[in-house]
């Protein structure tokens, strides 16, 4: 069974632009969640999307936004970028929405804002 | 808000020695903590994951111990080995609301040849 695939792997922008990176789940899953890694900073928390609508959001601003279709393949977009959303960009789906579903990650996506 | 804190940030340890890292969390609804190993340019993987109503978990050389009490949590690795080398995050899912992950900030292993 295939993983999770995000697209593209490694991206430059350059501030003020906008990116869209996109994300496979895992045959059958139904929940995608987005997580921004930086150094120092973890693992933070996007969103998650379950059954095409966004069930839980993070502390992030409105410049972070994602959508999910109907066969559960989910995008992020940010817009007017800055040089602090550089980071690793992770996906990661799982069966079920709720407590205890375990998630898999993709190799994430590289965003370097310069 | 909801809150995991995770200790040590960095943990150096000799091979064969036995590391320990430790979990926090603020959430007394949380029930599932999930343990990933992350190694460098790699994606998170699951290695061992505990349920609130069991309070040790193990898996040959990887075991992990939940005190909701205390609401702390704890990934033991005993016999470590170079490949152990890597970043390990705790998790706890939330309740409140609608569930999400929440992770701690890593703590970075280097086990020594």
């Known amino acids: 069974k295939a993983g999770v695939t995000q697209t593209p792997r490694y991206l430059i922008k350059t501030r003020g632009q906008q990116v869209t990176l996109s994300c496979s789940p895992i045959s059958g899953h139904r929940s995608v969640s987005w997580y921004q890694q930086t150094p120092g900073q973890g693992l933070q928390f996007l969103f998650e999307?379950?059954?095409?609508?966004?069930?839980n959001k993070g502390n992030f601003p409105g410049r972070f936004s994602g959508r999910q279709f109907s066969n559960s393949r989910s995008e992020m977009n940010v817009s007017t970028l800055e040089l602090g959303d550089s980071a690793l960009y992770l996906c990661a789906s799982s069966v079920g929405q709720g407590a205890g579903n375990t998630i898999y990650f993709g190799e994430g996506s590289w965003l370097t804002v310069v | 808000g909801e809150n995991v804190e995770q200790h040590p940030s960095t943990l150096s340890v000799q091979e064969g020695d036995s590391a320990v890292i430790k979990c926090t969390y603020s959430d007394s609804a949380s029930n599932y903590f999930p343990w990933y190993k992350q190694e460098l340019g790699k994606r998170p993987q699951l290695i061992i994951d505990i349920r609130s109503n069991v309070g040790e978990k193990k898996d040959q050389r990887i075991a992990v111990t939940l005190n909701k009490t205390a609401k702390h949590f704890s990934l033991h690795i005993t016999e470590t080995q170079p490949e152990d080398s890597a970043v390990y995050f705790c998790?706890?899912?939330?309740?409140?609301?609608?569930?999400?992950?929440?992770f701690g900030t890593g703590t970075r292993l280097k086990v020594l040849a």
């Open positions: 998790a706890a899912t939330t309740t409140s609301g609608t569930y999400k992950y929440i």
């Open positions: 999307y379950f059954s095409e609508t966004q069930r």
